[in-house]
């Protein structure tokens, strides 16, 4: 064994290429990165990181928005973007084999060649790998009826601390043959295991789709017509809300005008034989207390419409520097949520874009300050960001609803676990990784 | 403390109802059964258990068929089955919190008051508990459309094997602060924690469903017609399949003929707002190959045709004693796994029944045996049994798709399992119950 690992790279740019992800959050220069060329490298990487007592910081795409993957002092990065091959793709079992480096667009791409696709859609899936989907078990718009990405992950194949191999879950829709590792392993933020394959579940395309979008006086009353379309029994397949804050700063940066039809935008879409008769459905609910509506099954013009969600985060971060929250309630206390983030943005003097996955509950404030004063986050950003948290929480919901918790919410984390939850953690991350190498210091 | 936990009833009625489950197997007598009266009481006897290191197996209904609940030599059966309360449950969310003996069915009845349904629909429904359905992960019919035991599970609180209490998951739809402790806990046969309450997901009931039975000549061509119905896509709600050889037993017990029509019945529910046209649907690609074939969109008519699944267990149960075996494999490689049952069958000359969940691959071979040869399990039934999971596993499929491992398949889980899963097991256990006191002897 030597001072690195096989196919170390220790040229400054590889290495500060590894100290940060998508969050902002500055890590560490990492000693080193290997890009892994196959398991077996992967393999030697860990058994080299057991012998040597050396961390290390698994890395996907680094499309991350909690810090997960940035490199910590001391850490070798160990980058498994390169493990990229779609293995298997079995149209009738619906079931695809791939390595974790798969960008998650290819794979739905394949996938919709057979009339397939892959449904955990985080709007980072360009960016984003697998293996990071399925260790932050990412979520997305079409999470409120397709589910998030463990419910797309069937088996693992993954390498532990000390280089062994573990296949866990199976190639069938079903199984209950021992603990289910596998979900264990799903969000587990490269804490445990580095997943190096999966065998995840493909879903047939809808035949059709039909969209929704209404603009209504604020975001109150479009918080309770979602929750109408709840009550009335109906499944969107996107279920999006947007702010006022958010649809004036779309309009600024795009030269749209949402503003004028309305204080909040909702987005809905619904698939299936029926998508357009459910989409009247849908469209009569939201109609009755909306102030401008519009419902189409026209490809390019759902294009159009659902445009003004792609859109929003780019749109703020034009104009400052932004913490990208993530906090989820439950569903019938989304208009308190809203109502509490307004009170906070109002009292810290600090500006808070909230747009939603609003059939989950699932809200991601965008707390943002002026670039002109740096890329530290301000204390009173921080604040207003510590005060969601805990309206979260009070609200009986969770801190982080599809980011993880990565660097950035660990303490927040411990409180949401308690003790014995906190206990329990740190009694299974030393059962597979009792000399704490992979990734320490995050996720909880 | 005592040399008995608080409560205990050391009457030998009382413990002897506690030997045995519905898989027939019998266990040992317990030291005593205790009947918790709430969740203090369950903590009460943990921390017992724990200061005299005394084994305590979990009992729920009691209706599980893998020996799961059984008692073993020197332990104490701790009963929650009267812990039943429907806590609360919540229409706008489709959130239910219970206690873990409320009857499945009952919970599923709740629901229905309020337009939704509990979608897990174990055969055993009038039977079962729903903590025994989450600590076996039980599937049922309705799986193929809308998941598993662990898709309804959002939360749990549990008493871990020291009385300390945890609560897991949350309240929301989504959320990933943390390790997936719920989804460790589902699936755990009793062996890392008890659990005294589950926050669960509700689903809008259907707006109409409609129902298609077929025949076909044989069970290949059933289950080829099956796999068509996956490769055109359509997504039934029920999908069931059963051989010849339990055909033949139904028509003998209830005086049926279903035999006359063909030699397989394949059972298919569709639901939705399109459930007649999605049916319409199914019909065609059934019809191309079926003797015969029925459609029908009147519940009544619908529930005479899915009798026949209904009916098969107990028209079994009539003439022999049976083994249930549970295998489940990819769905495309259903008809492969009948026919090497078959083959099984004919070579050691026993007799097995074969029925399917076909839409998930979890197929049900009933291995019978004369009850004249009495309860133990004899050696040509047991062989040819562990054929059948050879069969399972060299097909890419696992022994148990929805039953569980318990006492009866603890041998052949190890071979699925393999030495690192197996590890892995035992760490995790470890982590969560130190010194071995939950349902030891269970499940790997
Ligand atoms: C514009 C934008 C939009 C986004 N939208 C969404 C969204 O809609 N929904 C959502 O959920 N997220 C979203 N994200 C966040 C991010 O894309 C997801 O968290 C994604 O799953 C991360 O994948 P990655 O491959 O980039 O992982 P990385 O950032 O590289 O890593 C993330 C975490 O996973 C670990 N990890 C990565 N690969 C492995 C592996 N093979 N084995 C073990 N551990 C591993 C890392 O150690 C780290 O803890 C968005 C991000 C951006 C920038
Ligand atoms: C006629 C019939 C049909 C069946 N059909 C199906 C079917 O379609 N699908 C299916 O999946 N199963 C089926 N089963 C099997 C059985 O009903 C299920 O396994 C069911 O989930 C067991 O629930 P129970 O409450 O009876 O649990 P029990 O039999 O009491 O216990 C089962 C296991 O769970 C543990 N356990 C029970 N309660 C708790 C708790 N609160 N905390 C921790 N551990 C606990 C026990 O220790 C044991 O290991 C059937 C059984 C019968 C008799």
Chains 1, 2 share one sequence.
Not at 103 to 129: M, N, Q, V, W
Not at 234 to 260: F, K, M, N, R, Y
Request: aromatic share 2%; with cysteine.
């Amino acid at each position: 064994m030597t001072v690195l690992p096989p196919g170390a790279l220790t040229d400054p740019a590889a290495r500060a290429a590894a100290t940060s992800d998508r969050s902002g959050r500055p890590g560490a220069e990492p000693l080193a990165v290997v890009r892994a060329v196959d398991v077996d490298h992967v393999v030697e990487v860990l058994r080299w990181a057991t012998s040597t007592r050396t961390p290390v910081v698994t890395r996907g795409g680094g499309s991350g928005l909690a810090g997960g993957a940035v490199a910590t002092q001391g850490a070798v990065v160990l980058d498994v973007a390169g493990l990229d091959r779609i293995v298997s793709l079995d149209p009738v079992d619906e079931i695809a084999v791939v390595e974790p480096g798969v960008i998650t667009a290819d794979l739905d791409a394949a996938a919709r060649e057979h009339g397939l696709f892959y449904a955990p859609d985080p709007a980072s899936a360009h960016l984003s790998t697998i293996g990071g989907n399925i260790a932050t078990n990412a979520g997305g718009m079409r999470c409120v009826k397709y589910g998030v990405t463990r419910d797309a992950v069937l088996g693992l194949e993954v390498v532990l601390a000390d280089g062994r191999r573990l296949a866990t879950g199976r190639g069938t829709l079903k199984g209950v043959t021992g603990y289910d590792l596998t979900s264990l392993l799903v969000g587990s933020e490269g804490t445990l295991g580095v997943i190096v394959g999966a065998t995840l579940r493909l879903r047939p395309v809808p035949v059709a789709e039909a969209t929704v979008a209404a603009s209504f006086a604020d975001v109150e009353t479009a918080a309770a017509a979602t929750s109408a379309l709840a009550a009335a029994r109906l499944v969107p397949s996107v279920l999006e809300l947007l702010d006022a804050c958010t649809l004036a700063t779309i309009d600024a940066a795009q030269g749209t005008s949402l503003s004028a039809r309305g204080g909040a935008l909702v987005l809905a879409r619904t698939d299936g034989p029926d998508a357009a008769s459910q989409a009247s459905a849908v469209a009569a609910v939201l109609g009755a207390t909306a102030t401008w509506i519009e419902h189409t099954e026209d490809a390019a013009r759902a294009d159009e419409l659902l445009a003004a969600r792609r859109l929003a985060l780019p749109s703020i971060e034009r104009f400052g520097r932004a913490l990208i929250e993530d906090v989820c309630v439950p569903r019938s206390r989304l208009a308190e949520a809203v109502r509490g983030i307004e009170a906070i943005s109002a009292e810290t003097g600090v500006t808070v874009h909230t747009f939603a996955h609003a059939g989950d509950g699932n809200l991601h404030p965008i707390v943002s300050w002026d670039p002109r004063l740096g890329d530290e986050v301000p204390e009173d950003v921080q604040l207003a960001a510590d005060r969601i948290f805990d309206l979260a929480l009070e609200l009986g919901g969770t801190l982080t609803g599809e980011h993880g918790v990565g660097l950035l919410k660990r303490e927040h984390a411990r409180r949401e676990l308690g003790d014995t939850g906190l206990d329990v953690h740190r009694a299974i991350k030393h059962a597979l990784d009792p000399l704490g190498l992979l990734n320490p210091g995050k996720a909880f």
